[in-house]
């Protein structure tokens, strides 16, 4: 990691501008490599990553090493991060279940995540799931009708896209899950031949 990010990721692991605060482990910073041209973006931390520090531990992380390999990359070779950085979860019986993160946690949160991506200024942004995209490409983005398609008028990238959540695609069952894990694949490879396309950026830190 960068002098630069290692400062970004010192001031948020210090965090409390949310009530998440109170109720994380810790918090969980993106991790990879922050001069990568593709950034992976997710909606938050899974309770695995609450306990490990890192984004997409666990079963998630299992299925997104996959389906990276499957497209011969590691989650070494991209930047993996959340919009917010501590988990969100509510309380439904004896179990404590994941739940997406409110608007007002997403704009406490949005300095680190525009710490990030300022510092990073990848050419391509994947973000997985609804949230992500919510925050990332437009307000009312609906996963199941704008998935795969670029967007170019947005902040942080010249091309941004969404695809599943892999949470999102574990939950999923037979020939279902073989879809769903065949269109990670393929999104993630239409990334990776977008950022492949992109000229190397002259805002890299490498200090
Ligand atoms: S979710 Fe973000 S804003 Fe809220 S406490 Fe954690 S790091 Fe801070």
Redesign the pocket.
């Known amino acids: 990691m960068t002098v630069k990010m290692e400062a970004i990721k010192a001031a948020?692991i210090g965090?409390?501008?949310?009530g998440?605060?109170e109720t994380?482990k810790n918090?969980v910073f993106g991790s990879g490599d922050p001069t990568s041209k593709l950034v992976v973006v997710a909606e938050g931390p899974s309770a695995m990553d609450d306990r490990t520090t890192l984004p997409f531990s666990g079963p998630t992380g299992e299925l997104l090493d996959d389906v990276l390999e499957a497209n011969k990359l590691t989650r070494n070779e991209i930047w993996l991060t959340n919009v917010?950085?501590?988990r969100a979860a509510i309380r439904s019986g004896r179990v404590i279940k994941n739940r997406p993160p409110k608007a007002s946690?997403i704009k406490?949160?949005a300095k680190?995540l525009d710490g990030e991506l300022t510092l990073i200024s990848p050419a391509v942004i994947l973000c997985m799931g609804s949230p992500a995209a919510k925050t990332l490409i437009h307000k009312g983005f609906r996963i199941t009708q704008e998935r795969g398609i670029w967007f170019t008028e947005t902040s942080y990238a010249p091309f941004v896209m969404a695809t599943f959540n892999p949470a999102f695609v574990l939950r999923m069952e037979g020939e279902d899950f073989t879809r769903g894990r065949q269109i990670l694949i393929d999104d993630i490879a239409e990334a990776q031949r977008k950022s492949a396309e992109a000229p190397e950026s002259s805002q890299l830190t490498l200090f």
Request: proline residues 0%; hydrophobic residues 45%.
């Open positions: 948020a965090c409390t501008a949310c998440l605060s994380r918090v917010i950085k501590c946690e406490a949160c680190w």
